[in-house]
């Protein structure tokens, strides 16, 4: 199926998003994030106050100015510089405090956004990953939450601590003079609108970088997965030309971006500049002038008031300038959040299912679930009578007129019926797109039909829960997938209580245990990057290895070994035939070979069945079957 990019396709973010990101902050650490706010609030304040201090001083030098009675002067004054020096270490404990905090608030939520996103990927249909590129995925867990990492721990506290400022300051100016404050607003209107016009068109150009960057992700992705095709067919010169289009636009978005910031600043700065030259002329007006006081206090303008107004002017359009400095890191760090949450509200896998797969014992000879593993297997089926009975684990598949298409307007199957006795080995062949593995992709309900019935031993399939269908499913596929760990934990991945023996077990029968004995550390040896340290033949081994030690009475092997040599083959084919003995075994090949000793042979031609019957019945008809089949014949 075609896979989209995702990345955030708007040029503005939800108002929401920051509600939802600090009521899940909130939830995360509901004591320590309010004492980061309190710790804020007193840092704050403790930034307003030297001008208060200012002005005290200023106004006992004024007092003692015409006496030149500095003796008397210098007890106040040395009381105000006790207290502003209370002040500052009051402030320096409360920095330090909320820093400790905001740094185990920040990383601590970023770990529990990862683990929820992770924890919900898991719960994800097939169909998700098959829509969305492994990039963009991956993007999610870097960059969005790098984004995020940085408003929660810097933009967030920085305005916070701002805007508190800016509300000390502010009630502080009104208190000394609301004429000057005015002249301060006035001049704080105009930065404001400056800055928003700037801000936007940063703000827009900076959600269009994040997008560029999941789209480039992307492609790297699928160029480093398809670089043995690209140097194959001497496609990198293609591969460069490609890479460089999604480069130049990742390049512009992110130039007319920083452009827009980098202007941002120095504008305020020089504005701030300019308002405070227009201050001071004010200031200095109204003390010419000897106007009339108006202020919260009452007290007249002097020069013991001008002088801290203008560092209040000052610290106040300077906080503007910082919040404006903030506004791009909250607008990225926005769309990523706006992003993780579109992956944590993705739809989770439905499952109806109410009949499960549990461990039974014969008892008076009837079937009683077990507490343990017992190898006896039954379905535990409840019904609405308050009655619940045990049907033993069989492996008998059937379809009933099966439709299916991926999108609702594609019809992938049509009208298909088969059945797969228990023990049957039941063959699918045709060409590429016939509609083979989609129908394995519904015995494990990796997708729902759109119409008919599927049964797994006489029971609706859409009745079984999923996690039990799937523990009754076996499955070694084309393309094979190794953690990184040892061989033995690869195996042991198959069912995560087995034994060691158990394991080596399951390894003798794939054939798998001699070639993992030649290894440096036998089954402790460590794989990495996908086992690239293994052939792909022994990988495709220790795959059939770990379905092997799963157990389970259905297998399905989809081109199981189509990479494996010749000589291998006889050996997985030896393995194979073993693990398939006595179990329902669904068979998925092109190398027709494989499948000649299979008790029932389906020939699919574009989602419909055409032919069935056992190797000689088809050759006998010489249809389509005999004509693949001497075609394979003469090309072998």
């Given at each position: 199926m075609p896979k989209e990019q995702t990345a955030t396709k708007h040029a503005s973010v939800n108002p929401g998003t920051l509600g939802r990101v600090l009521k899940s902050i909130l939830k995360f650490y509901p004591v320590l994030l309010p004492v980061m706010v309190v710790c804020l609030l007193v840092n704050a304040v403790v930034n307003a106050v030297p001008a208060i201090f200012m002005q005290q001083a200023l106004a006992v030098v004024q007092a003692n100015w015409q006496t030149g009675d500095w003796a008397a002067a210098a007890g106040p004054l040395g009381q105000i510089a006790l207290t502003l020096g209370c002040c500052y270490a009051v402030g320096l404990v409360a920095n330090f405090t909320w820093n400790r905090i905001g740094a185990v608030i920040t990383q601590g939520s970023l770990k529990k956004f990862r683990q929820q996103m992770f924890d919900h990927m898991q719960t994800l249909p097939i169909k998700y990953f098959d829509m969305h590129l492994y990039g963009d995925i991956m993007s999610h867990y870097t960059n969005d939450v790098d984004a995020l990492r940085q408003m929660i721990s810097q933009s967030l506290p920085q305005i916070t601590m701002t805007s508190l400022v800016l509300v000390s300051v502010l009630f502080i100016m009104l208190w000394?003079?609301?004429?000057m404050t005015i002249v301060v607003l006035c001049g704080v209107a105009v930065m404001v609108l400056c800055s928003?016009?700037?801000?936007?068109?940063?703000?827009?150009?900076?959600?269009?970088?994040?997008?560029?960057?999941a789209a480039v992700e992307g492609r790297v992705e699928e160029?480093?997965?398809?670089?043995?095709?690209?140097?194959?067919?001497?496609?990198?010169?293609?591969?460069?030309?490609?890479?460089?289009?999604?480069?130049?636009r990742l390049y512009e978005a992110s130039r007319k971006a920083n452009t827009f910031a980098n202007i941002l600043g120095p504008v305020l700065m020089n504005m701030g500049n300019?308002?405070?030259v227009v201050v001071a002329v004010a200031g200095g007006l109204l003390l010419a002038l000897d106007a009339p006081s108006l202020s919260i206090s009452g007290m007249a303008f002097s020069i013991s008031v001008a002088v801290p107004f203008l560092n209040m002017t000052k610290q106040f359009a300077g906080q503007i300038g910082q919040i404006s400095q903030q506004v791009n890191p909250v607008i990225m760090g926005l769309a990523g959040a706006e992003r993780i949450f579109a992956m944590v509200d993705e739809e989770p896998e439905t499952d109806d299912g109410y009949v499960t797969l549990v461990n039974t014992h014969?008892?008076?000879?009837?079937?009683v679930e077990a507490g343990e593993r017992t190898g006896m297997w039954a379905w535990k089926h409840p019904h609405h009578t308050g009655e619940t009975t045990y049907t033993p684990l069989a492996g008998d598949v059937r379809f009933y007129d099966v439709d299916f298409g991926y999108r609702p307007d594609h019809t992938v199957l049509h009208d298909v019926s088969l059945f797969a006795k228990p023990g049957?080995?039941?063959?699918?062949?045709?060409?590429t797109g016939a509609g083979k593995t989609t129908i394995t992709n519904l015995i494990n309900r990796f997708y729902d039909i759109a119409d008919g019935k599927i049964r797994y031993d006489g029971i609706n399939i859409n009745k079984i829960k999923k996690s039990s269908l799937r523990h009754s499913l076996g499955i070694v596929l084309q393309d094979v997938n190794l953690f990184t760990g040892t061989v033995m934990e690869n195996i042991r991945y198959g069912?995560?209580?087995?034994?060691d023996e158990e394991c080596v077990d399951a390894a003798k029968l794939a054939g798998a245990h001699d070639f993992i004995m030649r290894l440096p550390d036998g089954y402790d040896t460590m794989l990495t990057d996908n086992g690239s340290q293994l052939s792909q033949g022994q990988r495709q081994l220790v795959s059939i290895a770990r379905a092997a030690v799963a157990d389970p009475p259905v297998m399905i092997m989809d081109e199981a070994t189509s990479s494996i040599d010749t000589r291998t083959e006889a050996i997985v084919q030896r393995g194979m035939d073993a693990l398939m003995k006595g179990r329902t075994t669904f068979v998925i090949a092109h190398r027709l070979s494989t499948v000649r000793n299979s008790d029932v042979i389906?020939?699919?031609?574009?989602?419909?069945?055409?032919?069935?019957?056992?190797?000689?019945?088809?050759?006998?008809?010489?249809?389509?079957?005999?004509?693949?089949?001497?075609?394979?014949?003469?090309?072998?």
């Open positions: 000394y003079s609301v004429w928003r016009a700037l801000a936007g068109r940063s703000a827009k150009n900076f959600l269009a970088q994040q997008r560029e960057i160029y480093m997965n398809g670089e043995r095709v690209v140097q194959v067919f001497c496609h990198q010169k293609g591969a460069e030309e490609d890479f460089d289009q999604y480069n130049e300019v308002i405070y014969m008892e008076n000879g009837m079937l049957q080995k039941v063959a699918f062949v045709g060409a069912r995560l209580n087995a034994s389906i020939v699919l031609d574009h989602g419909r069945i055409i032919e069935r019957g056992s190797h000689d019945e088809l050759i006998a008809k010489k249809g389509t079957y005999y004509q693949l089949y001497t075609g394979a014949f003469e090309l072998e």
